[in-house]
Structures are given as C-alpha cells and as structure tokens.
C-alpha cells in the first residue's frame, strides 16, 4: 500500500539550478496537490491538478511549474531555484468521496 | 485576511490534562467542508476528521472530540486526558468550492501541541 510517494525526500541546490519532484499515487485519485510548509505558515497551496491534463494555480504559484500527463503523477518544477523556495513540500492527492486528503512524507529542499 | 485562523501559535501541557485547539474560519459559501490533520514529529500528516457545512453534530472518537459551531464559524478540538503520543502540530482546513466547482483546501497555520510527562 503506497499510496502517495514522493521523489527525492532530500535535495541541495545552487540558487538558479532547476530540478523537478515527482508525486505518484496509486490510490486512483482525481485531485492532486502541492504544498510547502514553512514555518509559522502552515500549508501554502502552489498548484493543483483536478484531473489529468488539467493544472491550476494556488496560493503561492510563482516560481513552480506543474505537469500532469498522466493520471498517477503530478510533477512539481523549480525552473530557476532561488533561496526562498527553501521549504518542505508535500504532495497530496484527495479522495472524492470523503475530501480526505492524503500526503506524502515531504521532500525538504535546501537552496543555497 | 486568513480564512481559516489557528490563534493558539503553541500550547504546552502536562500529561492527563485536557486541551482544546481553536479554530476560526471565514467563508462566504453555505456548503464547505471542515478538517482536522495531525503531523507528529515524524513529520507525516495524517487526516483526523472531516466535517461538513450541514452537519452541526459534535464528534467523539475515543481521546478526541470536535465541536463545530457555525454561529462562531468555529471548529474547535479537544483532547482529553492528554498523552505524550499527542504532541505535534495540529492543522485545521476548510474546503470551499473554487468558480471551476472544485473543492479546495486551505489550511491554517498550525498550533504546535507539547504534552509534557
């Protein structure tokens, strides 16, 4: 039972690298999210996804792209990393029938 | 302006007390839907309860109960007898629908629980 993975969990960059974070899920789900947590934040919506195909802005979308080509993935990418992207991000794709929401373990990006 | 308002930053408590953590939100919509999520120190997050517009009825499972007020918009929870095994953030999130129709979450910023032995 997987249910949400997230790719890498830890990561280091230079300010204006690029890299990308992959979010699959094998729960079948329409809905998929990214966030980022920062201190004293809470979760911060960046972008989601409300079925393949299909992406959407949230709270903080500056500096991230998305892509959903296929249903079970949802990719989150840095283009150009600048320290305040510096977070965990949490991935989560959202069961219809209760609105719960499930996470990944969070991958905690470092830009230097 | 914060649409959903955890006031309480941090709360620190001792073993077998009980604890309630506020929660505040503000919407304009008369169908929503309410969460609690817990992220221990591991940091996993892990859903504790979803609540809808419609359903005022407070909840009890176990340890843990809710009481939704929609007079206050208020979603508060409570711990009773508290553990050790309690102590992490606990997030509250409301769920209004977006012009697309899609029910989106938003989260507070979390109140840190510290139960002390």
């Known amino acids: 039972n997987a249910g949400v993975t997230q790719t890498p969990k830890f990561r280091v960059l230079k300010t204006g690298q690029s890299m990308t974070l992959l979010c699959a899920q094998d729960?079948?789900?329409?809905?998929m999210y990214w966030y980022r947590q920062d201190p004293g934040m809470g979760l911060r919506l960046i972008h989601y996804s409300v079925g393949e195909g299909t992406t959407a802005k949230g709270e903080v979308p500056d500096g991230y792209n998305v892509s959903r080509l296929k249903k079970q993935n949802f990719l989150l990418g840095l283009e150009s990393a600048a320290p305040s992207q510096t977070s965990v991000y949490f991935c989560a794709s959202k069961r219809a029938s209760t609105g719960e929401l499930f996470f990944g373990e969070g991958s905690r990006l470092t830009v230097l | 302006a914060q649409k959903v308002t955890q006031a309480q930053t941090e709360i620190s408590v001792v073993e077998k007390e009980d604890v309630t953590l506020d929660c505040v939100y503000e919407?304009?919509?008369?169908?929503?839907?309410l969460f609690w999520y817990k992220q221990p120190p591991s940091g996993e997050l892990v859903f504790l309860i979803r609540r809808n517009s419609f359903d005022e009825q407070n909840e009890i499972s176990g340890r843990y109960s809710w009481n939704f007020q929609k007079s206050t918009s208020s979603f508060n929870f409570t711990i009773t007898a508290s553990q050790v095994v309690d102590s992490a953030v606990y997030f509250c999130?409301?769920?209004?629908?977006?012009?697309?129709?899609?029910?989106?979450?938003?989260f507070g910023r979390g109140t840190s629980l510290i139960v002390h032995p």
């Open positions: 729960m079948n789900h329409e809905y």
């Open positions: 999130a409301l769920s209004e629908a977006t012009s697309g129709g899609s029910y989106i979450p938003t």
């Open positions: 919407t304009r919509d008369t169908t929503y839907y």
